[in-house]
């Protein structure tokens, strides 16, 4: 069995066979292509989604204002108001023992 050699094809073949081979992968793959662009959407705006909640998160546990009669840690290291239950604290990173 003998292959064929692509060497000797011409340019302006070489160039009508990769633009047929594209037509048919977009034409026969044009859900895949479509569900390519959804996911990235989808998961640009879910990264931001995420961000954000995250970073209010964090702002949450680093502003901390115990309510009236509730009992809480201070951070030797930054004089910052911890609840009780942390284990280090949020502004300075420090272990509170």
């Known amino acids: 069995i003998q292959m064929y050699n692509f060497n ?3 340019g302006y073949l070489k160039f009508l066979l990769i633009g047929l081979i594209i037509f048919f992968i977009i034409k ?3 859900w895949f292509i479509v569900g390519i662009v959804i996911i990235a959407i989808f998961a640009y705006y879910a990264k931001l989604i995420y961000e ?3 970073k ?3 702002l949450n546990n680093e ?3 115990p309510q009236m009669g509730e009992v ?3 951070c030797p290291y930054c004089n910052t108001k911890v609840k009780l239950n942390a284990q280090a604290c949020p502004i300075c990173k420090h272990a509170i023992n």
């Open 8 to 10: 000797n094809i011409s």
């Open 28 to 30: 026969e793959l044009w």
């Open 52 to 54: 954000t909640i995250y």
């Open 56 to 58: 209010k998160q964090k």
């Open 63 to 65: 502003n901390y204002t």
């Open 72 to 74: 809480y840690k201070v």
